[in-house]
C-alpha cells in the first residue's frame, strides 16, 4: 500500500508521461508535491520503485516507466475510439521518457592534491546523459591542482562511476584508512598500492594496500565559465 506522498507522485507522474511522453523534472515533482527539497523526491521515487510501481530506465537520462497503478486507479481512456475497428489493435503502452539530463548526487568537495574528507550531501547537479555510461553515479567538486596534467583543474566538477575495483591507469576516487579520500591514478607497485598525480610538482603517493579502497572511477568531467 501506497502512503499519500507516494500515489500522489506515481499520478503526477503518469499524467505528464500521458501528456507528453517525458516524466517530469525533480524540481517540477518537488513543485508538485509541495515538498522543499529533492531529497524527498528520490526517497519517494526509490520507495516507488522498490515496491515495482515504477522503474528508471538505464543509460536514458532521467527516463522512468510507470509499470502498474494502484488497485482502484484507472488509465485515462481514449477521448475518442473509432468507430470501426477492423483488426486487433496492440495494448496502449505507457511512454517513456527520453531527456537528455539526468541528476546525480553531488558529494562535496574531493582533493585532487593533498587527501581531504569527502563529504556527504544531498545536493543534486544536473548532468548530460551523454556524459555518464552505465552503472550508478555521482559528482564531486575538485579541490587542488595536482591532476592538471590530465586536465582536471580546481573547481571542475568530476563524475565518477561507482566501482570497488580499477585497472592499472585509471583515474579513481581512492579512499584512504576509511577516512580521506583523493583523485588520483591507480597504480600497483608489488603488494602496495601507488596513487599518482597528475603534476610534475607533486610526490606519488604510496600505501599499504590495505589501506586504499576504491570508490569509483572518473566516468566525465564539467566545467564552468564564470
Not at 27 to 42: N, T, Y
Not at 140 to 145: A, K, M, R
Request: aromatic share 4%; no cysteine.
Amino acid at each position: 500500500m501506497l502512503t499519500a506522498k507516494q500515489q500522489e507522485l506515481l499520478l503526477f507522474i503518469q499524467r505528464r508521461l500521458e501528456e507528453g511522453g517525458v516524466s517530469p523534472s525533480f524540481d517540477e515533482m518537488k513543485d508538485a508535491l509541495d515538498l522543499r527539497s529533492k531529497s524527498g523526491i528520490h526517497r519517494l521515487i526509490s520507495a516507488l520503485e522498490e515496491r515495482g510501481f515504477i522503474r528508471r530506465l538505464p543509460n536514458r537520462a532521467r527516463a522512468l516507466e510507470v509499470l502498474k497503478l494502484p488497485d482502484g486507479v484507472a488509465k485515462a481512456a481514449p477521448k475518442a475510439p473509432p468507430a470501426v475497428v477492423t483488426s486487433a489493435s496492440p495494448p496502449r503502452q505507457i511512454p517513456i521518457a527520453a531527456n537528455d539530463v539526468i541528476e546525480i548526487p553531488l558529494h562535496g568537495r574531493i582533493a585532487a592534491g593533498v587527501p581531504i574528507e569527502a563529504m556527504e550531501s544531498d545536493r543534486m547537479l544536473p548532468v548530460p546523459a551523454a556524459l555518464l555510461g552505465s552503472g550508478e553515479h555521482y559528482a564531486l567538486e575538485v579541490s587542488g591542482d595536482s591532476m592538471i596534467e590530465a586536465g582536471i583543474l580546481d573547481g571542475d566538477y568530476a563524475l565518477i562511476q561507482r566501482t570497488q575495483v580499477a585497472r592499472e591507469g585509471q583515474i579513481v576516487v581512492a579512499l584512504v584508512n576509511d577516512e580521506e579520500a583523493t583523485l588520483k591514478y591507480f597504480r600497483r607497485e608489488g603488494p602496495r598500492v601507488r596513487l599518482d598525480p597528475a603534476n610534475a610538482a607533486y610526490e606519488p603517493q604510496i600505501y599499504d594496500a590495505h589501506q586504499v579502497r576504491i570508490q569509483g572511477k572518473l566516468a566525465g568531467l564539467l566545467r564552468r565559465y564564470n
